[in-house]
């Protein structure tokens, strides 16, 4: 009964003894590598329940120990088909890792495997609180690289997009924070098993943050390349040429 909560994997059966494995990578009875199967989640991999609080120093330990377990070193003398689960689990393993490891893919992940949120259609509108802002900002940036191609002086324009990007990356953490919250949310949730309606209202709010961070997280990243595209736009110096070479 003190058993974690853990949704069940896909239990089978170990392909060299058929002893009932309940989806472990390594039978329990005999030990051999078990395949990996392609519904197991990244939570399971890890034998964690689907929740968005992890603690860091756990995963980072079980990530080594199962590394370590999968290392390409144990399997030096096993059949081809051993060897070839095992990388396919290490690669798994891997992608479970840097997804988990990440708060913000972690959303991400969770809200896929739960079906509210598809890859390639999360919408790109600007917040309608944040439209005003948007605006001027694009206006700035038009009137940078005009005045760019015109060859004027930039500086007044380019500390006023450094300013607006500072405000877009305050706003990036706010988004951040009230991420956190919604996390805890669903955590709560997922503990008490709330009702099906209240865990979707969690998710469709932790949708919306993503959507909202994704959106500013772009418009900062966007701001940034044009600033930097300033930077290299300096005229490629000829002095370099003719000064003396270090190896001669
Ligand atoms: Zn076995």
Known sequence: MNAPKISPISAGSCWSCKAATNGVAFCPNCGKIQPVFAQAN?????????????????????????????HPDNFVNASESEKETSLQRSSKLNDAHRVLRDPVARVEYLLEIEDMRKEGEHKQQAPPELLEEVFELNESLDELRDAKSAGADVTALRSKLKAAQQNFQTKLSEVDAELQTAA???????????????????????????????????????????????????????LQRDLPGAGS
């Not at 991999?45 to 590394?67: C, H, V, Y």
């Not at 865990?199 to 961070?213: D, G, S, T, Y």
């Open 184 to 238: 805890k949310q669903w955590d709560a949730a997922q503990d008490a098993n709330a009702a099906d309606a209240d865990k979707k209202a969690i998710m469709q709010h932790l949708n919306e943050l993503l959507n909202r961070r994704s959106y500013i997280r772009n418009l900062v990243d966007g701001v940034e390349k044009e600033l930097s595209a300033g930077a290299l736009d300096q005229p490629p110096s000829d």
């Open 42 to 70: 990244y939570f399971e991999l890890f034998a964690l329940p689907r929740k968005l609080g992890i603690g860091m120093n756990d995963l980072e330990q079980e990530f080594l120990q199962q590394s370590w377990k999968l």
